[in-house]
């Protein structure tokens, strides 16, 4: 019998909850905008970031991390392309609209996010590898 491999459903889940955090309409309009300095873009970067993140993980936990244009097309280009979308779908909900910063936000957070998961699993890689020969050494010093 086959194993059943598991779907991993992360970044799907986080897409959804950006798709309905961008289309929900709002019942009211900001009286205040502070232009790109807005307390909303550091949302916008937060949610592409972890976008990009989780998209990133969910490459290395399938594999799929040997392919470089598989890594910029989906962890880069996906959310970028994703939240794009979320900006002009945003000119067909009440009190929302398209604003090239929070596409420049979204955008930036991606990167970020894609850049961060790179440093991170090269540090993590390190880290087991700065490992593996220590404990090799007391296992053979028993």
């Known amino acids: 019998m086959r194993k059943f491999k598991a779907i991993y459903l992360l970044s799907p889940t986080v897409y959804l909850v950006i798709a309905y955090l961008s289309l ?5 309009k900001s009286p205040i905008d502070l232009g790109f300095l807005a307390p909303d873009k550091a949302v916008h970067f937060t ?4 976008a990009a993140f989780a998209t ?3 490459l290395s936990r399938l ?3 040997g ?17 794009g979308l979320m900006e002009i779908l945003q000119l ?5 609209s398209c604003d090239i910063r929070d596409f420049i936000a979204n955008s930036l957070g991606a990167i970020v996010g894609f850049i961060l998961f790179r440093i991170i699993s090269v540090r993590l890689s390190w880290i087991s590898r700065d490992q593996s020969p220590s404990q ?6 028993r």
């Open 47 to 50: 949610m592409y970031l972890v």
């Open 92 to 96: 067909y909900v009440p009190f929302r």
């Open 56 to 58: 990133m993980f969910e």
């Open 63 to 65: 594999r799929l991390l």
């Open 67 to 83: 392919n470089k244009r598989n890594i910029i097309w989906l962890a880069i280009v996906l959310p970028i392309l994703f939240g």
């Open 24 to 28: 929900a309409p709002r019942h009211f």
């Open 136 to 141: 090799d050494r007391d296992r053979e010093s």
